[in-house]
């Protein structure tokens, strides 16, 4: 059968013979051209004469069929029916009304023979197209608004999906009916969405349309098709998608139990004072918004010149959404919620990602890779206290629509879409957005090497999409990032430890929190827990590197293996140590590590662009396994785009490596070698210690009567980044008290350099080597005169000492340097110094 034509009818006994009639003639008139066909009339449980007269038209010639649906399921369940009843090399679905006259069966027949596409359909809404007779002027913003709406969620690129007259190469109309579940009006935009998933061209076509009175679309119909819409968009979602998003956040919440069993007093061990950092964080924010003031911006630390928040990691597009959580449980809920669902979150964008473009259909071994870009060993490193670097959900997003404007399909959405995600995790991490665009550009780099087929085709698209990128991003995040740089309390670059960078070593031993790590082996390779930014372990680039030297000839693989090592050889930074001699070499780092933005970065950081990158290797090597022991080429599933190279073809030599494949033996060591490269490094529950109750003396508002307007509490020694309880009694008990120093990153020096903390003042430094050593200074009239200028500096109201290692000591040079003793008052040491009023 050359050609079959389905129509589909509902009660359609008025126009169904001209319908009929017309098709009929029309094909007669070139019986040469046509070929045999066939005309199908799927009779959608009329409740008048339609079958009656379909059947008439069969009696009268027997290419006319009837197919009829004892009830009215709707216009998708009847295409369905009469689709999977065909058998023509080419299927027409046209309406009964003939809305579009079958002349255009000419051009979309001609358009099907010259291109490459598998589909052409009817558009009411190209330039060329013709309307001769209007639907109301309600009807047509109502489809124009529903055209939008699918172009957005379903099938970007196709300006008219509805338009009822459609020509589908035969075997790929009846695979995608076969495969839909739709009965109603959005079956278009499901067997549309089936053709682009699986990689089968559409092409759309201008044709002429003329409204017909007595259509079966009524208002009510519209929102039916919104609900299908979302039906459709949830119906990708397997019980193994849901089981691997709830693994994942069991995964979480295994890792944060013991915070989450103690959320009054609970303490992430390792976490330094960041946790009281980022819960005060959470607080401000909230308090802000309370009170609708400027959230980028705070007086509550480093009184009286306050504090920069869109230069410190706030992470308002999680910390604004947060607020009514913040408010109702409090701050430290909502840094357990962030850390645990965003983890979680996080892998599941990974999950999607892998599943969508490197391993089409194949779940399990997505879930593996997603699970090792999540969950290794730096980001859990970063979970101790950096959620910025640890809630990475939209990275993968990023990743998505920039592979997405290499296919070219639509790029202005793509583009768009691409400026809305960045401008969204500007607000949630910078160094991550700028750590993801480093791996992009090199993964580019690299893959444009290996493959200049695939760099010629994408370029164009990639570069006009990035545009219309930042031409989004940047109007939105404009204001903010000028605030940023050149608001109050901003600054240039930071001052970091000069031993920022990576040993070679750090990237074969295990992190302190893995499973067979030890905190004694991992702490001289890093900085600090948190910023344990290798520690992959010799066993998993073990078997990287064999997977890598085993399938070098797929593009993908060799363009992350390279990306891989050139992150890797980056996070060594300016200087790298030839192992087993005294000689460095100038690392690569060195030209870079001034340009701007780069020079705040954290060298050692960009070792975590591996952990994705050494997932989706494990992701493609899991598929070329299972495909050799199964006997079967993977390449990419139906109905998923892939990375080019991706698919996993066989190649030379496959019928001998699939008999060795298939021997047990051989299965169980591949199995045995991925065990042994991950279990290892599998992460253990974050440890935590009870903190500090607040003392009565912030708890019950005592501090109330020592502070008059603008004055600040002046807690000893002051916050800084090795004692920064005084935050914690600030966030969770309200903002009334500014606070003198802080835990920040502000400007210092004539450069306004970034420092963490205040700038450093006499009086404030001599308290820190006291709280260190224990000794007490000489304390003289210079060191008094020093302290009152310091006092007015933060135009103090109430110096307190609390209870702490060293008391004794602090508390004599306190004495010393005021001239009088403190007065216990709610638990701490209280020095009135604030100026005489009303108030005292």
Not at 502 to 513: D, K, Q, T, Y
Not at 590 to 598: C, D, F, I, K, Y
Request: aromatic share 8%; charged share 20%; hydrophobic share 45%.
């Amino acid at each position: 059968m050359d050609l079959s034509i389905v129509v589909p009818a509902y009660n359609e006994s008025g126009r169904l013979l001209p319908t009929l009639r017309a098709i009929r003639d029309h094909l007669d008139t070139d019986p040469g051209r046509w070929g045999s066909w066939e005309l199908i009339v799927v009779d959608d449980g009329s409740t008048d004469d339609t079958a009656g007269i379909a059947r008439e038209a069969a009696a009268d010639d027997p290419r006319i069929h009837l197919v009829a649906a004892p009830v009215n399921r709707g216009k998708g369940h009847a295409l369905r029916l009469g689709v999977l009843a065909s058998y023509g090399r080419r299927v027409l679905v046209t309406d009964a009304d003939l809305a579009t006259p079958i002349e255009e069966l000419d051009q979309l027949d001609r358009l099907l023979d010259e291109g490459d596409a598998d589909a052409v359909i009817g558009s009411r809404a190209l330039p060329d197209s013709r309307i001769d007779v209007h639907q109301w002027r309600g009807r047509e913003w109502l489809g124009r608004a529903g055209n939008l709406l699918i172009r957005l969620i379903a099938v970007p690129g196709l300006r008219d999906t509805q338009c009822g007259f459609k020509l589908f190469d035969g075997d790929r109309a009846r695979a995608a009916f076969a495969a839909s579940r739709l009965d109603g009006w959005a079956i278009d935009v499901e067997i549309l969405r089936h053709f682009r998933r699986s990689g089968w061209p559409v092409l759309e076509a201008p044709v002429r349309w003329s409204h017909r009175t007595g259509s079966k679309v009524r208002p009510l119909d519209y929102g039916r098709v919104l609900g299908e819409l979302v039906r459709l968009r949830t119906a990708a979602v397997t019980r193994a998608d849901l089981a691997v998003v709830a693994l994942f956040c069991l995964a979480s919440l295994f890792l944060y139990q013991n915070l989450w069993f103690d959320l009054d007093r609970g303490y992430l061990t390792d976490a330094g004072q960041d946790q009281n950092q980022w819960e005060w964080f959470f607080a401000v924010t909230a308090d802000n918004v309370t009170h609708l003031r400027n959230p980028l911006f705070t007086h509550a630390q480093n009184a009286p010149d306050g504090v920069n928040l869109m230069a410190n990691t706030v992470m308002l597009g999680l910390s604004v959404p947060l607020t009514p959580v913040t408010l109702l449980l409090g701050p430290t809920v909502t840094w357990a919620l962030v850390l645990t669902f965003g983890l979680a979150a996080t892998a599941v964008a990974w999950y999607w990602l892998i599943i969508r473009w490197v391993t089409p259909g194949r779940r399990a071994p997505a879930a593996l890779g997603a699970a090792v870009a999540a969950f290794a060993p730096p980001m859990i490193s970063h979970g101790n206290a950096h959620p910025n670097f640890l809630v990475l959900f939209v990275l993968p997003l990023i990743v998505d629509r920039t592979l997405r404007l290499c296919a070219g399909r639509d790029v202005v959405r793509d583009g768009v879409v691409l400026g809305l995600l960045a401008t969204y995790q500007i607000f949630i991490g910078e160094e991550p957005l700028l750590l993801a665009a480093m791996g992009l550009l090199l993964f580019a780099l690299f893959y444009a090497l290996l493959d200049r087929e695939a760099a010629r085709r994408s370029w164009r698209p990639l570069l006009r999409g990035t545009g219309i990128g930042l031409a989004v991003c940047l109007p939105l995040v404009a204001g903010p990032l000028a605030w940023q740089f050149f608001g109050p309390q901003s600054y240039s670059g930071v001052m970091h430890s000069p031993e920022t960078y990576n040993s070679p070593r750090a990237f074969l031993e295990f992190a302190g929190r893995s499973l067979f790590g030890t905190d004694e082996r991992a702490d001289p390779l890093a900085m600090n827990r948190t910023e344990q930014n290798a520690f992959y372990g010799w066993p998993l680039l073990l078997l990287a590197g064999a997977i890598v030297v085993r399938l070098w000839q797929r593009t993908l693989i060799a363009a992350l293996a390279l990306t891989a090592g050139a992150a890797a050889l980056l996070s060594l930074g300016t200087d790298i140590p030839v192992p087993f001699t005294s000689i460095t070499l100038p690392g690569p780092w060195t030209p870079l590590g001034e340009a701007p933005l780069l020079e705040a970065v954290i060298e050692s950081r960009i070792a975590m662009i591996c952990a994705p990158v050494l997932g989706m290797i494990l992701a493609v090597a899991t598929v070329a396994a299972t495909a050799s022991l199964t006997g079967t080429a993977p390449g990419a599933a139906a109905g998923a785009p892939s990375v080019s190279g991706a698919g996993v073809a066989p190649g030379a030599g496959t019928d001998a490596r699939r008999s060795r494949f298939r021997d047990p033996a051989v299965s169980a060591l591949g199995a045995a070698a991925l065990a042994a490269a991950l279990v290892p490094i599998l992460p253990t529950p974050y440890q935590v210690r009870e903190r500090e109750e607040v003392p009565a003396f912030i708890a019950d508002g005592t501090y109330r009567r020592y502070l008059g307007p603008g004055e600040s509490l002046v807690t000893v020694p002051l916050p800084n980044t090795g004692d920064a309880d005084a935050l914690y009694w600030q966030s969770s008990h309200g903002f009334d008290f500014p606070l003198a120093g802080g835990y920040f990153v502000g400007p210092w020096g004539p450069d306004d350099l970034g420092i963490y903390g205040a700038v450093p003042r006499h009086t404030s430094q001599l308290l820190d080597r006291v709280a260190d050593s224990g000794e007490i200074p000489g304390i003289g009239p210079l060191q008094r005169e020093q302290a009152r200028a310091d006092l007015a500096e933060w135009s103090a109201g109430v110096v307190i000492l609390p209870p702490q290692y060293n008391e004794d000591a602090l508390q004599q040079t306190l004495e010393a340097l005021l001239g009088r003793p403190g007065t216990w008052i709610g638990g701490v040491l209280v020095w009135d110094v604030g100026a005489p009023g009303p108030s005292r």
